[in-house]
């Protein structure tokens, strides 16, 4: 059996045992280099991919191989220098200096496409798949590939930080460059918003929809800014609506579920709810590793693996907070010697927090209220309307579970309220998040949000 033929099989056959998302993103560009003896020698794109299929997938491939050639018993990476150049993207700057010097370690180096809004920088082949989020992956290049078709809407959500936009951009630039004639536009909710209120006041409503109708993959950042806004969400269902019933592509990114933002209109929220929704949570520490090696990789930069391990281990709040972390690391390194692991924990301090250094009693009460779109004063209101009663009662919950305070000192927290009515609130809570998804969802969302610091 030839060697391209071999590989075929087995790429036939690691299909069955792995995700589609991690098939895409560690497999491609790989092939078989040669067979020596017993030794197959694999080429892969870079260095990242060789770690990870040597530690991830090295037993399975092996074991494939096995099945269709018996004689084999080893297998060898190594890195394609062709497929490394395609990865690695050149930075030409106006002065030499600057080619050399701080170009390479900002996170956005690239200038923002005008017409579409989509920063190229942002592509599937620099994403990093992990079980954190491998469905949203999935489904977005789904929706690269059929728009409008696949999943319509498609709803990404998930806490600050973690690639939601990345994906997002990602999904508009494959669309561009697979197809010229598609118009895609990407915007925040915020301009969005801020673009219909300006309509209403001037009275250009009807030009501003008419301006969007060309558009065949729209694509919205931070939607659950429009809660509570009942003009605006009016407005923007009759947009949506237009678009949806043309076939054209909707992407909408949040910090939570649809059935979780706050003074969402039902017909808004049955729609979001009407195709795809996927979750992006908190990179494992595996996966951590895989994107600091990624980030160094693409700046062609090297650090020691124990710093990287170091890094990985301690700085988990999100993909953004990692990649702080490594460019303050980088700086360092311009100006002095690689950074040992003892000063990297000097360097970092400010990156690296326990829980307890983060979860307090201000931190929970400004989560709970802005969570809820409520100042914080209201979750102190002498009221039994059920808008603030419930918040309230997931703050006392928190500082419970969370900070362990007594009955009696969150009763006196609360305005001198009846501990009694402490302990109602807490097993309240604690029952309904054992029963009921949307609860435990928001629980999960809220204490994401407290300690990310």
Known sequence: MENSEL??????????????????????????????????????????????????????????????????????????????????????TETENEKIDIEQLKFDEF????????????TFENFVVGSFNDLAYAASLAVSESPGQAYNPL????????????LMQAIGNKITNDSKKKKVKYTTSEKLVSSIISAIRSNTMESFKASLAPIDVLIVD?????????????????????????????????????????????????RFEGGMIADVNLPDYETRLVILKTKLQEKNLKLPEDVLEYIASNVKKNIRELEGALNSLLIYCK??????????KKLL??????????????????????????????????TRRKEIVKPRQIAMYLLRKELKYSFPT??????????????????????????????????????QRIYSG
């Open 222 to 270: 931070d939607v659950q800014f429009i809660s509570g806004k009942i003009k605006t969400q009016e407005e923007f269902f009759h947009v949506f609506n237009s678009l949806y019933e043309k076939n054209k592509q909707i992407i909408l990114s949040s910090d939570r579920p649809p059935n979780a933002i706050p003074e969402l209109e039902e017909r808004l929220r049955s």
């Open 335 to 344: 100006v002095n010697n690689t950074p040992t692991v003892e000063i990297t």
């Open 349 to 382: 301090k400010g990156f690296v927090f326990s829980p307890f250094d983060i979860a307090n009693y201000k931190k929970i009460i400004e989560t709970v209220a802005k969570f809820y779109n409520l100042e914080e004063k209201n979750l102190f209101d002498q």
């Open 410 to 447: 969150i009763a006196r927290k609360f305005g001198g309220k009846d501990h009694t009515t402490v302990i109602y609130a807490y097993k309240k809570i604690l029952k309904e998040s054992e029963e009921n998804n949307k609860l435990t969802e928001e629980l999960s969302l809220i204490k």
């Open 111 to 122: 200038k923002v496409n005008r017409e579409t809004n989509l920063n190229p920088r942002y």
């Open 155 to 166: 709803f990404i959500y998930g806490g600050v930080g973690l690639g939601k936009t990345h």
């Open 7 to 92: 590989w075929q099989s087995v790429l036939a056959q690691m299909q069955l045992h792995i995700s589609k998302a991690n098939f895409a993103t560690w497999f491609q560009n790989t092939s078989i280099v040669s067979k020596e003896s017993e030794k197959i020698i694999i080429s892969v794109p870079n260095a990242f991919s060789k770690e990870w299929l040597s530690n991830k997938y090295y037993k399975l491939m092996l074991k494939t191989m096995r099945d269709i050639d018996h004689t084999i018993k080893e297998l060898e990476f190594t890195i394609n220098p062709q497929s490394l150049k395609k990865n690695i993207i050149d930075r030409k």
